[in-house]
């Protein structure tokens, strides 16, 4: 009977041992998924923030085209569209990225698989 017993607890330790396994294993993937979500939220945010950046120098840079319209300074009028331009590429570029990297989160009621 003890060899039985004996036995059975082995099997226990064996069994808790693997499982303490799988359960640490399962801890280890939710961080490193929850660090990569952190990485691109900061990431995310700071496209935005060149993106707002972009379009008030955008902004700016219209109302002086305009100030030089009036002044028929047409040398500065094309210095200011040629900047104006270039932003607009830029803000594309960034949209483009922040697009790309901006993923919609699949709903799971399923917890973490081992």
């Not at 590429?89 to 993923?103: G, I, M, R, S, W």
Request: glycine share 0%; proline share 2%.
């Amino acid at each position: 009977m003890s060899d039985v017993t004996s036995l059975l607890q082995r099997n226990l330790k064996s069994t808790t041992i693997k499982d303490h396994g799988n359960k640490m294993v399962s801890a280890a993937k939710m961080k490193c998924m929850q660090r990569e979500k952190d990485r691109n939220y900061a990431m995310h945010a700071e496209i935005r923030a060149s993106l707002r950046s972009l379009n008030a120098e955008k902004r700016q840079m219209t109302i002086q085209m305009q100030v030089e319209k009036v002044k028929k300074n047409k040398l500065m009028e094309q210095v200011y569209s040629d900047a104006i331009k270039e932003i607009e590429q830029k803000v594309a570029e960034e949209e483009a990225l922040l697009n790309q990297t901006v993923t919609t989160p699949q709903k799971s009621n399923h917890s973490p698989s081992a």
